[in-house]
């Protein structure tokens, strides 16, 4: 399993994003089983939705949302109360980190699941433990 994090839907999602060409790679090769299952959170969403929207218009994340939300290839977690709380605590465990509390969502997610690999261009899941792709 791989999660995408915010930073992979942006890129999949933006025209003339920078860092559109990796990230089309990297999704073609989780599309062939290379990565394992897609997996991403609501929390994830939300954030790379608000700047799709932001950085192009409503249709434009809402088509983001809706292909995501209903791909059979993808495993959408929603963050419940335990996750969140638990987020809360890497958060507060972690003030020397310049860490977003949507990235200490994913890494508890990331640490439930046992996976390893996070499709993203942020280097806090770097210094969370976990490989960065690309």
């Not at 090769?29 to 939300?46: K, Q």
């Not at 290839?73 to 996750?83: F, K, L, P, Q, Y």
Request: glycine share 6%; with cysteine; net charge negative.
């Amino acid at each position: 399993m791989i999660l995408f994090d915010s930073g992979a839907w942006i890129a999949l999602s933006v025209p003339n994003d920078r860092n559109a060409k990796v990230a089309q790679g990297v999704y073609a090769d989780t599309a062939r089983g290379v990565h394992g299952r897609i997996v991403t959170t609501d929390f994830v969403l939300d954030e790379a939705a608000t700047f799709v929207r932001m950085a192009t218009d409503v249709a434009t994340a809402a088509v983001l949302l809706r292909r995501v939300t209903g791909a059979p290839n993808v495993t959408v977690v929603w963050i419940d109360a335990r996750h969140f709380a638990d987020a809360i605590g890497d958060f507060e465990r972690h003030q020397d980190k310049r860490w977003s509390f949507t990235d200490c969502t994913s890494f508890v997610v990331m640490r439930d699941l046992g996976i390893e690999k996070a499709f993203t261009f942020d280097r806090n899941f770097d210094q969370a433990g976990f490989t960065r792709l690309p």
